[in-house]
């Protein structure tokens, strides 16, 4: 019911509505993985060539982010147990459901419907970054600075897409805003995988700020050219400003270098901090190795994998996020033997899908992980049943 989403203890909404939004980016992720079965192209809809990556990434990983880790882990890191505008969330997740259900039968009502509610949810974060934050922007995580350039990058590729899609309804070329689309959402959805996957990775690798971090530093420039830049050079491109020949190069000057930037400040911070593996820095060492493959693909003409392995390496960060989250909720249930298994089986799954001639091994991979995913669900349901979570 909707009036159980609020009561009057903030973390209780915060937690419950991080909840929902993480179950349905999981209902979206199977519903966009099951796109990809040959038994779907018997009798293909009209947004059968979007439904795959568009669901990934759009109603994976943003719901996954910024409503779900964006009410769980923020409101902690900004000092506080709350966010600004609950209600903007609980409306942004209404509009997301609607248009994972929406989107594979009416994809231009779908997108409408994901702009809308990434706008709503990008909202809140943005506000209670700016209203609820107790500390300074000087010492704010790179978590914090990764969810203020997603949301930020969310709303200005919300707002173009929605342009763009209304635009061509009402011109009634919905088959070719299709056929587009695919080629055209490439670097908007690469900007919103990798700032927040990024930002988790961070927050594993470096659980407490560090005395002179050198990623402390660096995330607000590194984060706000990977969140920004690319959609809005996007954005120019679509209206005849940027020249398309112009945004592979773009795509390696806001994100590749940026990243490596920041790659590079996190081991040295790693180094000096000697941090120790625990059963969630697996999770984030295979989100960095499929991201470098991905750029290194790019190295060799027909081996491009970048796109494919970013959206596979930012799966790997959020789902180490949830283990965080997990082991910080419930420090009673025992998870480092247990997260280490399933992290090296979700990456080889992960590495197998993007090769395309393994990509059914790495199909069936991958859905032993969900499966793994489930039963880690029936046990937090269990154990919250025996155990009040605390925020």
Avoid at 121 to 141: H, K, M, Q, W, Y
């Amino acid at each position: 019911m909707t009036f159980q989403a609020f009561d009057t203890f903030p973390n209780t909404t915060s937690r419950r509505l991080g909840t929902s939004f993480i179950l349905l980016a999981l209902f979206a992720g199977v519903l966009g993985g099951s796109m990809a079965l040959p038994v779907f192209h018997i009798h293909p809809t009209a947004g059968q060539s979007l439904c795959h990556g568009v669901l990934m990434t759009f109603f994976v990983i943003c719901p996954a982010a910024l409503g779900g880790f964006g009410q769980w882990l923020l409101p902690k890191a900004l000092g506080t147990n709350k966010t600004s505008l609950p209600a903007a969330s609980l409306a942004g997740f209404g509009f997301l459901a609607c248009g994972v259900v929406l989107l594979p039968i009416f994809p231009a009502v779908g997108l409408l419907m994901w702009a809308l509610g990434v706008l709503s949810v990008a909202v809140d974060t943005v506000a209670t970054i700016l209203e609820e934050r107790r500390i300074s922007f000087r010492d704010a995580s790179p978590l914090v600075w990764s969810f203020l350039a997603t949301a930020s990058g969310a709303v200005v590729t919300a707002a173009v897409l929605a342009a763009l899609v209304t635009k061509n309804l009402y011109r009634d070329d919905v088959v070719g805003l299709n056929d587009r689309l695919v080629t055209l959402l490439h670097l908007p959805e690469t900007a919103l995988m990798l700032t927040p996957a990024l930002g988790l990775v961070a927050a594993i690798l470096l659980r407490r700020p560090v005395a002179g971090s050198l990623t402390w530093r660096v995330a607000p420039y590194v984060f706000g050219t990977i969140g920004l830049v690319g959609p809005l050079f996007w954005a120019d491109s679509l209206f005849g400003g940027t020249p398309n020949s112009m945004l592979p190069a773009i795509a390696l000057l806001s994100q590749a270098l940026p990243c490596a930037m920041l790659l590079a400040a996190l081991c040295r911070d790693m180094w000096v901090e000697r941090v120790e593996l625990d059963g969630v820095t697996p999770w984030a060492f295979g989100a960095l190795a499929l991201f470098a493959s991905g750029w290194a693909s790019m190295l060799f003409p027909g081996q491009d994998i970048a796109h494919s392995a970013a959206a596979f390496g930012s799966i790997m960060a959020l789902c180490g996020g949830f283990y965080a989250w997990l082991s910080y909720q419930l420090p009673s249930v025992s998870l480092p033997r247990v997260g280490k298994l399933h992290a090296l089986l979700t990456l080889a799954g992960s590495i197998c899908s993007v090769v395309p001639a393994l990509a059914e091994v790495g199909g069936l991979i991958m859905g032993l992980s969900l499966i793994g995913f489930a039963v880690l669900g029936v046990t937090l349901m269990k154990e919250a049943g025996r155990v009040r979570v605390s925020s």
